[in-house]
């Protein structure tokens, strides 16, 4: 059924609506900021700190990577935060043997992006990635399957984090 064919009250409900939205703008994730600058500029201002262990290490280049991919020396203003947890589960079993055939590696981070001379922070949050992968006989393959899953999950939470915090500095302006 068109527009021109409804009943007048919803025909006129959906163009109040229309012409309601129309005024609203749309502002770019990555365009200017009401202070000058941009958000690019600012996420390359974030210093990652060290994060433990190898998934640590995997999510601090991602995330490095993620916030100033140009290799560009900015002074740092921000403080990246950040801890991860990890778990495996095994969903699927085989019949026969009893032993699982894929596992699931859920990893979850909470990140705090602070400033460099201290105070509250900007933003804080939790993200959580999944990567599954199939498991064999051979206990090499599975070691690194289940690495190959870490490296997955490690560069879904650096683009999930990074996201977060562009948002939050173009909102902050």
């Known amino acids: 059924m068109s527009l021109l064919e409804r009943p007048f009250p919803q025909a006129c409900a959906a163009l109040l609506a229309a012409f309601a939205l129309s005024g609203c703008s749309i502002q770019p994730l990555y365009g200017p900021l009401s202070a000058g600058g941009d958000v690019a500029g600012e996420l390359q201002a974030i210093a990652v700190d060290p994060i433990p262990n190898r998934l640590g290490h995997y999510l601090g280049n991602d995330l490095i990577f993620a916030l100033n991919g140009t290799g560009s020396h900015v002074p740092p203003k921000y403080r990246l935060k950040v801890t991860v947890s990890e778990s495996s589960q095994a969903p699927l079993l085989d019949t026969v043997t009893g032993y699982p055939t894929a596992s699931n590696v859920v990893v979850s981070a909470d990140y705090q992006l602070l400033p460099v001379q201290g105070g509250a922070p900007i933003t804080k949050g939790h993200v959580t990635a999944l990567a599954s992968y199939d498991r ?26 990074r996201t977060l915090i562009a948002s939050a500095i173009a909102a902050k302006g």
């Open 136 to 161: 064999t006989s051979q206990r090499f393959a599975d070691i690194r399957a289940a690495r190959d899953a870490e490296i997955r999950d490690a560069q879904t939470l650096a683009d999930q984090i």
